[in-house]
């Protein structure tokens, strides 16, 4: 019943910025930790960046900290990732994912709850 769509993708040269949005519909938005990953060609996906459901908690990949943002904006049942300084390498497909937060652990459960996907292409 958790419907996930993202946007904001595109291309953009190196050291420019994108903002990606993932709009959610259903009543448990408010109730889910979420996540960004990504799927760089010929590679697996992986997580770029998570943040609780009440947005007091994040987490990022190593590869991007200090250049992605995530935030939340539950009024608006929306989930951002600002991406700052891109890089080449960042050029992936992007997934929006709800989740679950581990606090004993400080890290973040994907559950199967996916959005379709938005193309980010960092030229060089």
């Known amino acids: 019943q958790v419907q996930l769509v993202e946007s904001g993708g595109g291309l953009v040269q190196a050291g420019g910025s994108l903002r990606l949005s993932c709009a959610a519909s259903?009543?448990?938005?408010?109730?889910?930790?979420m996540g960004w990953y990504r799927q760089l060609v010929g590679k697996q996906r992986e997580l770029v960046a998570a943040?609780?459901?009440?947005?007091?908690?994040?987490s990022y990949a190593a590869s991007v900290k200090g250049r992605f943002t995530i935030s939340r904006d539950n009024a608006k049942n929306t989930v951002y990732l600002q991406m700052n300084s891109l890089k080449p390498e960042d050029t992936a497909v992007y997934y929006c994912n709800a989740g679950k937060w581990r606090y004993y652990s400080a890290s973040y459960y994907p559950l199967d709850y996916w959005g379709q996907g938005t193309q980010v292409t960092v030229s060089s």
């Open positions: 943040i609780s459901s009440g947005g007091s908690r994040t």
């Open positions: 259903g009543s448990s938005f408010s109730f889910d930790a």
